[in-house]
């Protein structure tokens, strides 16, 4: 009981930075043509889109013995966490560690830079590194790795199309073809082999600070769509 509520002590101190809004909805194909077709004409896209206006993601994610993280997104848990590394393409010179929480229905993310050979180091089950860093992320992590033995479990690799919004700070994207690795391990290799994690449906993602502009919300009708817990991290570990 006292581990618990130190966990949700610690999370609302995230309170102080920045919380967002984020829905997530499971779309048909002929919805993502529709919306993002329309979407195209009214928002910017991402600056950092191919020319195909997409990129691709690849993460990899953390979890206890125990599966804290996927049970308490399962169950749906007001305050919660998860860890995940993450690069772009296939550049594996530039990869973010990063935290996503939820508090209260609201989402938070703090991220810090590790070079490759910082990452080959955690993937062989040394994060001494960690502990000399000034970055509190980092230490954050290197403490959960001892304390809460978070360990890899997952590699998810996907295709995002996003359009932003500076008004509201709005984000809108589209992740396509989920896909998980068989190996947990090969997280730095860019053609490492992958399968598909379920069905063609896309995964839209809504995000914004304050308030969402009517327009776009008359766009995506959120008033007509459900929310759903379509977490890429349980969609891909359905398949281990």
């Known amino acids: 009981m006292v581990t618990v509520v130190m966990a949700i002590a610690a999370m609302m101190t995230e309170v102080n930075r920045k919380l967002r809004h984020e829905y997530k909805h499971q779309i048909t194909p002929a919805e993502d043509l529709v919306l993002s077709r329309k979407l195209e004409m009214l928002l910017k896209r991402d600056s950092h889109a191919g020319n195909d206006g997409s990129y691709t993601i690849t993460s990899l994610y953390f979890d206890t013995p125990y599966d804290e993280a996927l049970r308490e997104k399962t169950a749906g848990i007001n305050f ?47 994060v001494s ?31 995002r199309e996003a359009f932003t919004y500076i008004p509201g700070n709005v984000r809108v994207t589209f992740d396509r073809n989920v896909r998980t690795a068989l190996t947990n391990t090969d997280f730095l290799n860019p053609v490492c082999p992958f399968v598909s994690a ?43």
């Open 129 to 159: 590194f960690l502990l000399s860093s000034d970055d509190g992320l980092k230490k954050e992590f290197y403490g959960k790795w001892n304390g809460k033995l978070l360990r890899p479990k997952v590699i998810v690799r996907y295709e």
């Open 80 to 126: 919660r966490e998860k860890f995940r590394l993450r690069y772009y393409g296939d550049d594996v010179t530039f990869i973010r560690l990063e935290k996503k929480y939820k508090i209260n229905g609201l989402c938070g993310k703090k991220s810090a830079v590790l070079s490759k050979e910082d990452v080959e180091k955690l993937l062989m089950g040394d």
């Open 198 to 240: 379920g069905d063609a449906t896309t995964i839209l993602e809504v995000k914004y600070d304050a308030f969402l502009p009517e327009f776009i919300r008359n766009v995506i009708q959120l008033k007509d769509r459900s929310a759903a817990a379509c977490s890429k991290y349980a969609i891909c570990r359905r398949y281990e």
